[in-house]
């Protein structure tokens, strides 16, 4: 199979509230818009929140894994906005920085800062 593009697509309770967070509090970028849904940027991927989901769509095992530079900056500026951190920044024993929120559905969302001297910034191929 060759995947030539892919994108998370999730099916809010209420479309207008994962709008504003996702739009507005979290400040992602609008790749697209169309009638009854957003296709927002995700750093090299999509996320789309359209149509209406279930009473209990975030009650899933589901969750958005978001890597950036600064966990504990993005921490506190979510804080300042209101956003509720269900687990506050800390180094996991795999080595990386999480923080994890919610969105308005209680859908996990895990904020992930790769530290330098991880092994995932670090070329492990053998040198020839």
């Given at each position: 199979m060759e995947v030539l593009s892919s994108r998370t697509l999730i099916r809010p309770r209420d479309p207008e509230a994962a709008w504003a967070f996702y739009g507005g509090t979290l400040g992602l970028a609008v790749a697209r818009e169309f009638p009854g849904g957003v296709v927002y940027f995700l750093g090299t991927g999509y996320l789309e929140v359209s149509g209406r989901g279930?009473?209990?769509?975030?009650?899933?095992?589901?969750?958005?894994?978001?890597?950036?530079?600064?966990?504990?900056?993005?921490?506190?500026?979510?804080?300042?906005?209101?956003v509720e951190v269900t687990r506050g920044t800390r180094t996991e024993p795999w080595?990386?920085?999480?923080?994890?929120?919610?969105?308005?559905?209680?859908r996990a969302l895990v904020l992930v800062e790769v530290p330098p001297d991880h092994p995932i910034r670090r070329d492990v191929r053998q040198r020839m």
């Open positions: 279930a009473s209990d769509a975030g009650s899933g095992p589901d969750a958005l894994w978001l890597q950036v530079r600064d966990v504990e900056a993005e921490e506190a500026s979510l804080r300042t906005a209101g080595g990386l920085r999480e923080c994890w929120i919610a969105d308005p559905d209680g």
